[in-house]
């Protein structure tokens, strides 16, 4: 029945031309600028980058922050599409934004709808921001909610036009500027103290491409706003009978920050990864332009687009991306642990488990290698109860197949003494919408680190030993290790190839993140500093067996030890030729992004947050050598 219809729908559409959206055809112009200098276009040619100027972006109280008329203005130059970046929950605080019915609904009803998805200011990992203003139904006497690094003003972007105007007012007015999509953001890079930031969750535009060609790629596609989050691209899936990669967190954003820093799914064994699939990209650059780069034009920003990092060389509108033949995901679970609710840990018990998971681990090589993906926990519950459980998943896999393939498995974990509990396939839960996809995401405030694990790590007998050891030591301390079996490599991504994507993602066979479950909220700077620094430790270890690997930048540890070589390895040189060629003003700043130690956001006690002024890093070593000096 799929064949029928593609059959119908190519003989209907045998060439459909990609025009851009109707939102990107609402393009600012000369005209528009008029005598409003602070939205004119740049010219790279007539500056001195980063060495004219302000040592630091403006904030609200600087000299040279724009007046009220100015925003004014800007507003009116938007449509009214500058929205105050107003905290949540200030509902919840004395103040003139509380609400005690809005701080209720905040506290009991965002489970089951959409409010912070939707948010115009909302990230999902609140630590970065500052955490200046929590959620709670009881303030404490001396509690307050601040703006932090909440942004001050947010522009509700649904057209190119507005996003062209941002840039530009914030290029020309020394403004600290931050992208916002979904807020799916680990680490404050859609965060920043006194920013403005450019909010592109709305452009959700869709064009299935039954015929598209470019470079040397023919065959079908589509075109996608960046705004598209994941659960509603499986609807466009199914009414096409393709498959499009997306992220397996349902409300990510599947062509915005996700393409930019590679992009892992269940797929990725397959297909390769987000980066992987984009074939042109319809961008606003630094100087206000919008560009298209493909293979044919903007080669520059095409190779650094695709997995070169987000925020970083423009704002993506739209991108057409490979469609490809409609893909089902079958997954089957299994789980085993020590110990538990009452039950007794017996001698021998965790040397079984820890064989389970070695064994588990070799069975991964075979899973890769078959085109199949697998997500797993393991952690430690008590002073000897130890839990594992995982999701096996294998693309176009009848049930039969699936059972048969997993059996060896099952059979190895049973032959060594583990209750093991295996659930017959099923569809993936990561892949194809459920009934409640889209809805429920709330802040959360976890700090963890990632690596991106070398299958030489799993060949080798002895680094096999080694990396299991730094990886069971890892969960002895209690952090909670999640495991993400893949194989993106370069013969599955297939054209068009030569994208900016993690070198370490072609070699690995594992995306392993570490879990911090600590409170954060409420920790002084030197109790923050001493948790992170127990995570470093542990993370430390799993970088001594992979020297040479890296580690997933939109997944990661803010503080990752020698960032460049870790989320970008070789590719690192070439990118902040881009970036610096591209964007000479440094518009575009997100923490470890190519570039960014050129600036230095200046926070108490030296968090590592987004709460301070944005400066640039020479003039904040100068004035740091100045304080001890004195």
């Given at each position: 029945?799929?064949?029928?219809?593609?059959?119908?729908?190519?003989?209907?559409?045998?060439?459909?031309?990609?025009?851009?959206?109707?939102?990107?055809?609402?393009?600012?112009?000369?005209?528009?600028?008029?005598?409003?200098?602070?939205?004119?276009?740049?010219?790279?040619?007539?500056?001195?980058?980063?060495?004219?100027?302000?040592?630091?972006?403006?904030?609200?109280?600087?000299?040279?922050?724009?007046?009220?008329?100015?925003?004014?203005?800007?507003?009116?130059?938007?449509?009214?599409?500058?929205?105050?970046?107003?905290?949540?929950?200030?509902?919840?605080?004395?103040?003139?934004?509380?609400?005690?019915?809005?701080?209720?609904?905040?506290?009991?009803?965002?489970?089951?709808?959409?409010?912070?998805?939707?948010?115009?200011?909302?990230?999902?990992?609140?630590?970065?921001?500052?955490?200046?203003?929590?959620?709670?139904?009881?303030?404490?006497?001396?509690?307050?909610?601040?703006?932090?690094?909440?942004?001050?003003?947010?522009?509700?972007?649904?057209?190119?036009?507005?996003?062209?105007?941002?840039?530009?007012?914030?290029?020309?007015?020394?403004?600290?500027?931050?992208?916002?999509?979904?807020?799916?953001d680990f680490v404050g890079r859609a965060t920043g103290f006194g920013s403005l930031s450019i909010w592109t969750h709305f452009l959700k535009d869709f064009q299935y491409l039954p015929q598209y060609r470019v470079g040397a790629y023919s065959g079908r596609a589509a075109r996608v706003g960046a705004g598209i989050e994941s659960?509603?691209?499986?609807?466009?899936?199914?009414?096409?009978?393709?498959?499009?990669?997306?992220?397996?967190?349902?409300?990510?954003?599947?062509?915005?920050?996700?393409?930019?820093?590679?992009?892992?799914?269940?797929?990725?064994?397959?297909?390769?990864?987000?980066?992987?699939?984009?074939?042109?990209?319809?961008?606003?650059?630094?100087?206000?332009?919008?560009?298209?780069?493909?293979?044919?034009?903007?080669?520059?920003?095409?190779?650094?687009?695709?997995?070169?990092?987000?925020?970083?060389?423009?704002?993506?509108?739209?991108?057409?991306?490979?469609?490809?033949?409609?893909?089902?995901?079958?997954?089957?679970?299994?789980?085993?642990?020590?110990?538990?609710?009452?039950?007794?840990?017996?001698?021998?018990?965790?040397?079984?488990?820890?064989?389970?998971?070695?064994?588990?681990?070799?069975?991964?090589?075979?899973?890769?290698?078959?085109?199949?993906?697998?997500?797993?926990?393991?952690?430690?519950?008590?002073?000897?109860?130890?839990?594992?459980?995982?999701?096996?998943?294998?693309?176009?896999?009848?049930?039969?197949?699936?059972?048969?393939?997993?059996?060896?498995?099952?059979?190895?974990?049973?032959?060594?003494?583990?209750?093991?509990?295996?659930?017959?396939?099923?569809?993936?839960?990561?892949?194809?919408?459920?009934?409640?996809?889209?809805?429920?995401?709330?802040?959360?405030?976890?700090?963890?680190?990632?690596?991106?694990?070398?299958?030489?790590?799993?060949?080798?007998?002895?680094?096999?030993?080694?990396?299991?050891?730094?990886?069971?030591?890892?969960?002895?301390?209690?952090?909670?290790?999640?495991?993400?079996?893949?194989?993106?490599?370069?013969?599955?991504?297939?054209?068009?190839?030569?994208?900016?994507?993690?070198?370490?993602?072609?070699?690995?066979?594992?995306?392993?993140?570490?879990?911090?479950?600590?409170?954060?909220?409420?920790?002084?700077?030197?109790?923050?500093?001493?948790?992170?620094?127990?995570?470093?430790?542990?993370?430390?270890?799993?970088?001594?067996?992979?020297?040479?690997?890296?580690?997933?930048?939109?997944?990661?540890?803010?503080?990752?030890?020698?960032?460049?070589?870790?989320?970008?390895?070789?590719?690192?040189?070439?990118?902040?030729?881009?970036?610096?060629?591209?964007?000479?003003?440094?518009?575009?700043?997100?923490?470890?992004?190519?570039?960014?130690?050129?600036?230095?956001?200046?926070?108490?006690?030296?968090?590592?947050?987004?709460?301070?002024?944005?400066?640039?890093?020479?003039?904040?070593?100068?004035?740091?050598?100045?304080?001890?000096?004195?």
């Open positions: 029945m799929r064949a029928i219809l593609l059959s119908i729908l190519i003989a209907l559409f045998p060439s459909v031309k990609s025009a851009d959206f109707a939102f990107e055809q609402e393009q600012l112009t000369e005209a528009d600028v008029g005598d409003f200098k602070a939205i004119a276009f740049g010219d790279a040619s007539a500056i001195y980058p980063l060495e004219d100027g302000s040592d630091c972006r403006e904030y609200p109280g600087s000299a040279n922050w724009p007046l009220e008329e100015e925003w004014s203005r800007l507003n009116r130059s938007l449509g009214g599409a500058l929205v105050q970046g107003i905290p949540p929950a200030a509902a919840c605080y004395d103040g003139p934004y509380k609400d005690a019915a809005k701080c209720t609904f905040l506290m009991r009803n965002t489970s089951s709808n959409r409010f912070y998805i939707n948010d115009p200011v909302t990230v999902l990992t609140e630590w970065p921001e500052g955490d200046t203003c929590p959620t709670t139904s009881q303030p404490l006497p001396g509690d307050n909610c601040t703006q932090g690094a909440f942004p001050v003003y947010v522009i509700n972007a649904t057209t190119v036009r507005q996003i062209q105007i941002g840039v530009n007012f914030a290029r020309n007015k020394n403004l600290r500027l931050v992208i916002k999509n979904t807020g799916h659960w509603e691209m499986f609807a466009h899936m199914e009414k096409y009978n393709i498959t499009t990669l997306v992220a397996g967190g349902y409300t990510v954003g599947a062509y915005g920050g996700w393409m930019a820093g590679g992009g892992h799914s269940a797929l990725a064994s397959k297909y390769g990864l987000g980066a992987d699939q984009a074939l042109s990209i319809q961008v606003v650059t630094a100087d206000g332009r919008f560009v298209t780069a493909d293979p044919n034009q903007n080669t520059d920003l095409f190779y650094a687009l695709r997995g070169g990092g987000g925020s970083t060389y423009g704002i993506v509108t739209s991108v057409i991306v490979k469609a490809h033949p409609y893909t089902n995901v079958l997954a089957t679970s299994l789980a085993f642990a020590t110990g538990g609710s009452n039950v007794p840990v017996k001698p021998g018990d965790i040397e079984r488990f820890w064989k389970g998971f070695d064994l588990y681990h070799e069975f991964g090589k075979t899973l890769v290698d078959n085109g199949g993906t697998a997500c797993y926990v393991s952690r430690r519950s008590g002073n000897d109860s130890y839990s594992f459980s995982t999701d096996i998943e294998l693309p176009d896999a009848s049930v039969e197949y699936l059972s048969k393939f997993a059996q060896p498995l099952v059979d190895g974990l049973k032959a060594i003494g583990l209750n093991v509990t295996v659930r017959a396939p099923y569809p993936a839960s990561n892949w194809m919408a459920s009934s409640t996809a889209g809805l429920g995401d709330r802040p959360g405030d976890t700090r963890f680190g990632s690596r991106l694990l070398p299958r030489a790590n799993f060949d080798d007998p002895d680094l096999f030993v080694a990396t299991q050891r730094a990886l069971r030591e890892s969960i002895e301390a209690g952090y909670t290790f999640h495991g993400i079996h893949l194989k993106p490599t370069e013969e599955v991504a297939g054209y068009p190839g030569n994208n900016a994507a993690n070198p370490a993602f072609r070699k690995a066979i594992m995306h392993a993140d570490l879990f911090d479950n600590s409170n954060l909220r409420g920790l002084s700077p030197m109790a923050f500093k001493a948790t992170h620094a127990r995570l470093a430790s542990a993370m430390d270890k799993w970088r001594a067996v992979s020297p040479e690997a890296g580690a997933y930048m939109n997944e990661c540890d803010l503080e990752e030890p020698n960032w460049q070589q870790a989320f970008f390895g070789s590719n690192y040189g070439r990118l902040l030729g881009i970036k610096r060629s591209r964007d000479p003003w440094g518009v575009f700043y997100a923490p470890a992004t190519v570039g960014s130690e050129d600036w230095v956001v200046l926070t108490e006690d030296d968090m590592p947050t987004q709460n301070g002024p944005l400066c640039k890093a020479g003039s904040v070593e100068a004035w740091r050598g100045y304080k001890k000096v004195k």
